[in-house]
């Protein structure tokens, strides 16, 4: 696989953004997800990797090729749309009443309509109806089902709650197609002074006719009809970079320039991450950002991003309650190893590929292999088929993640967050860094606390630390994760004034 030096990652950045900003108030050109470069990892710059790595006829061939796969898609989703809306009958509900608070959140599968809160804002729709006014969740629909057939089973819940169709009306989606190819035309005639600023004006055009920008485009629709009927004083939604979140915020303005827009940082904020940082016209911004914790508070700090009092640590429920007598570094024997995968296979093979090697060459240890929910670990299998056999020092785990982490000492991980977890539990973290490769390592600012693994022999060096060094390193490596995810504290988010 070929990889994305941190300088072209640097040009790319300043290409792409060159190209949003070039038209400050365009939302068709803010539509367009391949230009809005959220981090670092190899699995979000897959589609940037033939900017550097073609040569110019089999990246004209390449540009040729992605145009005809997304005309086929789009021909196909308007067949899609025809069905959704007049076979099921699909389409925006309707609303009736008015509501001051708008949430979108992300219903991701069938076990979020069980909650009682939302699985990312948790209660705080609920305390802000608790003080004034009315709230409203807005679910983006992952699961497929039909939006209405969703509604029926959240009647009884304190705060109201639709599903976002899949679709507009054919002749709405028709309009999208439209206003997106204008601007793929107006991309060709962008001026580019550079080989790269030039291929990514041309890989632009091509992909403002992707289902992903297509869908930003859609998202900005939906909100806008919301907020005209519900004339909400607040939108909150998720914030993590993606191009939609800024379309709400701007189709929220049309509609009322007076509405308050507020993002939820509710991720970590990596080393490179880009579309979280770049500012983009005002009316694509939030008013208030919440974040996670005091780690991405700071990160808004630094580079000034809006005035102190508009950044608001609102924390999460991903906090830890861990104590530490329980860590696991502090076992006798340190001989269990956990291996934490991302659930893409670009990410997760290489892991099993240098686990494999770990466990031939060090028999006197114990490997646990667990999978990404969303692993196909068929497709693991079919690559690796030893692991099929019985390997005395591999185990393929079944049990809970929170089981995996009372039983082992080490957790080998690249960019998995899961690693925030373990390394609370006490386990020793193990980076696998390869050559020439941006790190995606989530603990990148600790590099004297954890350890990169580059080959299997590293493990004999860290053997090598007593029981002290290894448990003052954890002490302070708790101390920073625990940065990441504070309480969650309403207060702090009932501080967000309306205009």
Sequence with gaps: MNYITETQYDQLCDACDALLQKDTLSTERK????????REHPIFLQSYTAIFAKGTPSFLLFLFLKLLKYSLIGGLKIFHCLYRNIIKREKLSKLISSYDYIFISH?????????????????????????????LMVYINYIGEVNHRLAKKWKNHEVDQIVL???????????????????AFRLLFEKSNTKISRRVKLQAAVE????????????????????????AKQLYTTFE????????????????PRIICIGYQHALVFRKQHAIRRKLNKNFEPDYILCSGEHGLQQFHAIDYLPSNKLICFGSNRTSTIK????????????????????DLIECLPLVEFVLKLAKKHLEKHFIIRFHPITRVDKVLKVFPELKQSIPNIELSTLSFEKDLERAHYAIYRGSTTIIKAVEYGLIPLYLSKANEITIDPLY????????????????????????????????????VQQFFSPIDYNEALKVKNN
């Design 107 to 135: 219903l991701l599968n069938k076990d979020f309509q069980e909650r009682e809160f939302d699985f990312y804002f948790h209660a705080l729709p609920q305390k802000l109806q608790h003080q004034e006014g009315k709230a």
């Design 165 to 183: 169709p899949r679709y507009l009306s054919v002749r709405q989606e028709l309009k999208i197609r439209v206003l997106l190819f204008k601007d």
């Design 324 to 343: 530490r007598e329980k860590l696991a570094v502090s076992s006798k024997k340190l001989t269990t190893y956990l291996m934490l995968s991302e659930g």
């Design 241 to 256: 970079g993606h191009p939609w979140e800024r379309l709400v915020f701007a189709f929220g303005r049309k509609v009322n």
């Design 445 to 480: 600012e600790m590099q004297k606390e954890k350890f990169n693994l580059t080959s299997p022999d590293d493990l004999v060096a860290i053997d090598k630390y007593s029981k002290e060094e290894l448990l003052e390193r954890q002490y302070k490596l708790i101390d920073y």
């Design 208 to 231: 403002a006719f992707s289902p992903a920008s297509h869908f930003n485009l859609r998202m900005g629709f939906q909100i806008e009809q919301i907020v005209q009927e519900v004339q």
């Design 31 to 38: 539509a367009i997800t391949w230009l809005h470069i959220i």
